[in-house]
């Protein structure tokens, strides 16, 4: 057996073919699940059970079940139902691009909501009966103190969450995308040379995590001057 | 010196930072020392080395007989003749009062459970607290808390008891039940070096007073003449800040 | 639910693989994780070099592109072995069941090494003195007062890692072994009910992920009761 270098910088440009699609994905999923997040976070921090209990329905599904299950679901199940397939939703759930993109951001908005719901139920209760103290209203408590204040608790788990998310894009290929996965898996099938492409998509997967940790060591970085020490 | 606590010219470093300067301190049996002074100056660093929580760069210790090096067993025989009370209590959170108790004379001394269940209770009454045996540190106020520490130190019979700041941490109204532990265990004689800045109890239990600072000891006196007449400058203006309170 | 009569053993036997595969990376994993964070703890500058190549890939690369890795580039491997000394034979291919579990286990014991370090440092450095100054020896302070309570800091994420092994076990269907999602799919290709078929998949691993929550739940509460203070 030989391990051949020479193959790994060879396929490293082919690989990167498909980092546009990973990085789209990671990008659009990312965004639509952040929107999902704070909605399901709203209702699950009300005090109406109505609201609460979808709320806790929906994370306790899409945590409790394997992402790639939710993807076929989406992917193949869907289009079982005739209903679909006459409805708008039809050139969306056609797609393979925007199933994945809809399971990436469904899976990740369960997770998220409750990362931020560390970080909201991490504040200090005395801040905000300082806040209660100085008159501020309900919803300047929110904004001034609440969700400045949540939003850096929570951003360690969340730069995880993004990690989790750039590996999980990866599932993309089993519904046919050309993401990196999806490209070195093809590019395996032509040369058997598994260790050599998988090893090479690997590299740039670990040069993508470095990218999001050290983004997010100067984001926490800037969020947390205050408590900087001189 | 041949008290039953010997430091000749110890010093210690951190990193740079030197933190004690050619102590010395010899320490009799059945002698009440306490050791005041500001902070930072050197007093837990002091006390620690005597059990080896912290190592000494340079100069002798001696407990019993023992002088503490690298010897592991040695550092082990000098911890069984010598128990500590730290200023966060230092209770192990997942077990009970009687386990905290009988932990160490069961594996140390390796007492079957009933022996050391027993010597327990005993040490539990002495410091009144045996009605909370089972309990966890958790559910205890900070002042039955300390008493345990105490206990837990005792059951494994010390020849010498250190005491970091056991009061600093309690709220006045629980400060003086634990002096009242300790005042006791003076009056039956035991061997004790306490950091601590209840004058009151300096006073009436001490039969030396050590003042430190910056890493040295600059004062040795009786509590009387220490109160009364302050040999140094450093010692006056630091009585006058501990008093004014 | 009668359109899948017919399909429940190929389901039940699905689940069994599944938790085989599980209880196999699971026993990978914690053993990997105690390594791995005695290595991070060591005094070797290599060891700990090691556990951090360790736990930036496993935690970086994909659990698709390892699992993927092992299965091909092990058959690879144990074919050019096997070749060594039998020349005859053509190709050998690594069982996916053991792929599958060694390559779930060694991204879990990843993170369980980080889990396992972080509870090692976590224990309050006064109960450590505390049980030295009682002149307990470095072994009994260890077993008797860091364990217990790096038992309690790591079991939560403990538990999380748990449910990362059981939701990473749906991946191995993609290499071929014959678990509950391979069942659907082979099911699909009879009934053509995907949708149903999926679901049912997702229904089994809510109701395994649900135990496993429950257990570390009931493990949490044994583990903090000393908690419970009336201060
Ligand atoms: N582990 C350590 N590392 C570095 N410096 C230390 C350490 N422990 C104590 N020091 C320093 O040594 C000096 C004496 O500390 P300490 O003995 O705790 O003082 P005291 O108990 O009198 O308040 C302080 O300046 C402190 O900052
Ligand atoms: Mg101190």
Redesign the interface.
């Known amino acids: ?1 030989s391990f051949d270098f020479a193959l790994i910088a060879t396929s490293l440009p082919k690989i990167l073919q498909g980092l546009g699609l990973t990085l789209n994905l990671l990008v659009v999923s990312t965004l639509l699940g952040l929107l999902l997040a704070v909605g399901i976070l709203l209702m699950r921090l009300s005090q109406h059970a109505w609201l609460v209990w979808p709320a806790k329905a929906y994370i ?2 899409f ?8 993807l ?2 989406i992917y ?6 005739g209903l679909l397939r006459h409805s708008f939703l039809w050139p969306l759930l056609r797609e393979p691009y925007w199933c994945s993109v809809i399971a990436l951001a469904l899976n990740t908005a369960a997770y998220v909501s409750e990362i931020l719901r560390g970080g909201v139920l991490g504040v200090d209760k005395g801040l905000i009966e300082a806040g209660k103290a100085l008159g501020l209203t309900k919803f300047q408590r929110a904004s001034r103190i609440t969700t400045p204040l949540a939003v850096r608790l929570a951003l360690p788990a969340y730069s995880n969450e993004i ?1 989790s998310m ?6 993309a ?2 519904v046919t995308l050309m993401e990196m ?1 999806g490209v ?2 093809t590019i ?1 099938a032509d040369t ?1 040379a ?2 050599e492409i ?2 090479a ?2 590299i740039i ?2 040069v993508l ?2 990218f999001i940790q050290t983004a997010f060591t100067l984001i926490e970085g800037y969020a947390n001057r205050h408590v900087r020490k001189g | 010196m041949t008290g039953i606590v010997d430091l000749e010219q110890v010093n210690k470093f951190y990193g740079d930072y030197h933190a004690l300067r050619n102590v010395d301190l010899s320490v009799a049996k059945g002698e009440k020392v306490v050791v005041c002074g500001p902070s930072g100056s050197g007093k837990s660093t002091m006390i620690r080395c005597i059990n080896r929580l912290e190592e000494h760069d340079s100069g002798r210790i001696v407990v019993d007989g023992k002088e503490l090096t690298d010897d592991e067993s040695k550092i082990e025989s000098v911890r069984r003749e010598v128990g500590m009370v730290f200023q966060a209590f230092n209770l192990f959170p997942h077990m009970t009062v009687l386990q905290n108790l009988t932990l160490a004379p069961r594996l140390v001394h390796k007492k079957p459970r009933g022996e050391a269940e027993e010597a327990a209770m005993k040490y539990l009454t002495r410091v009144r607290i045996h009605d909370q045996a089972n309990k966890y540190p958790s559910q205890l106020s900070g002042g039955q808390q300390q008493r345990v520490a105490i206990a837990r130190a005792l059951c494994m019979n010390p020849e010498v008891m250190l005491f970091d700041e056991p009061t600093s941490a309690l709220d006045p109204e629980m400060i003086s039940e634990v002096l009242d532990v300790m005042t006791d265990l003076a009056r039956e004689g035991m061997t004790m070096i306490c950091v601590t800045h209840e004058m009151g109890f300096a006073r009436s239990v001490a039969d030396r007073i050590v003042f430190m600072d910056n890493g040295e000891i600059i004062e040795t006196s009786t509590p009387a003449d220490f109160f009364a007449a302050p040999k140094t400058e450093r010692a006056r203006t630091f009585l006058g800040q501990i008093l004014a309170h | 639910m009668s359109l899948l009569d017919g399909w429940w053993d190929d389901f039940f036997f699905g689940l069994l693989t599944v938790l085989q595969v599980f209880a196999v990376a699971l026993a990978i994993a914690v053993a990997l994780g105690l390594l791995g964070a005695s290595a991070k703890l060591s005094n070797s500058r290599l060891l700990r070099a090691l556990a951090q190549v360790y736990t930036v890939v496993f935690r970086g690369a994909p659990e698709l592109l390892v699992l993927l890795l092992f299965y091909f580039g092990m058959a690879l491997t144990l074919t050019w072995f096997v070749q060594l000394f039998d020349p005859s034979v053509k190709f050998i291919d690594l069982p996916p069941f053991w792929a599958g579990s060694i390559a779930i286990g060694l991204i879990v014991g990843a993170y369980m090494t980080e889990t396992f370090r972080g509870a090692f440092l976590g224990v309050d450095r006064g109960h450590i003195e505390a049980a030295r100054a009682l002149s307990l020896n470095p072994y009994q302070v260890f077993w008797y007062v860091r364990v217990p309570q790096m038992w309690r800091l790591a079991l939560p994420n403990f538990g999380n890692h748990m449910l990362s092994i059981m939701k990473d076990t749906a991946l191995i269907s993609i290499i071929g072994l014959e678990e509950i999602l391979f069942v659907a799919k082979m099911a699909n290709s009879v009934v053509h009910r995907p949708f149903l078929l999926y679901v049912t998949v997702a229904m089994i691993y809510l109701a395994m992920t649900t135990v496993i929550t429950l257990v570390v739940g009931q493990l949490e509460v044994r583990a903090n009761r000393h908690l419970r203070g009336t201060r």
């Open positions: 057996m306790y599904f945590r409790g079940t394997p992402l790639l299950v939710q076929f679901i193949y199940g869907l289009p079982q139902f990690v750039l590996k999980s894009t990866a599932l290929s089993t996965t070195a898996r395996v058997f598994p260790y998988f090893i998509a690997t997967y670990l995590v470095w």
